[in-house]
C-alpha cells in the first residue's frame, strides 16, 4: 500500500515527522524550553533531521497545520490535542 503524504509542498517531509511533532518541536525551539511533547516517542533523533532539512518549509507548514482537520491532529502518539497544535503554531507564526 502506498505512504500517505499530505498534499502540498514538503508533505511528505511533514508527514515522516507528524505534524504534532513539527510543532512541538517548533514550539520547544523558539518559545517555550520546557515544552518537551516532542520528546515522547522513540524517533526524534530522526524527525529532528529531517526538521533540520526542511527549514525553508517551516512556515508554509504551520500555515496548512492552522487548517488541517481536528481528529486526525488529535491521533499523535506525543499527548497533544489539535486546539493546543493549532494555538501553538498561531503564536509561532506570530
Given at each position: 500500500?502506498?505512504?500517505?503524504?499530505?498534499?502540498?509542498?514538503?508533505?511528505?517531509?511533514l508527514?515522516?515527522?507528524?505534524a504534532?511533532?513539527?510543532?512541538?518541536?517548533?514550539?520547544?525551539?523558539y518559545?517555550?524550553?520546557?515544552?518537551?511533547?516532542?520528546?515522547?516517542?522513540?524517533?526524534y533523533?530522526?524527525?529532528?533531521?529531517v526538521f533540520?532539512?526542511?527549514?525553508?518549509?517551516?512556515?508554509?507548514?504551520l500555515?496548512?497545520?492552522?487548517?488541517?482537520?481536528?481528529?486526525?491532529?488529535?491521533?499523535?502518539?506525543i499527548?497533544?490535542?489539535?486546539k493546543?497544535?493549532k494555538?501553538?503554531?498561531?503564536i509561532?507564526?506570530?
Amino acid at each position: 500500500m502506498a505512504r500517505h503524504c499530505f498534499n502540498f509542498d514538503g508533505g511528505c517531509d511533514l508527514t515522516t515527522m507528524g505534524a504534532n511533532w513539527f510543532v512541538s518541536y517548533s514550539y520547544y525551539l523558539y518559545k517555550d524550553k520546557s515544552h518537551i511533547n516532542w520528546k515522547n516517542i522513540s524517533t526524534y533523533d530522526t524527525r529532528i533531521s529531517v526538521f533540520k532539512r526542511t527549514k525553508n518549509f517551516h512556515k508554509f507548514w504551520l500555515q496548512q497545520i492552522l487548517i488541517m482537520n481536528d481528529k486526525r491532529l488529535n491521533t499523535n502518539k506525543i499527548g497533544l490535542k489539535a486546539k493546543e497544535t493549532k494555538e501553538m503554531a498561531r503564536i509561532l507564526l506570530e
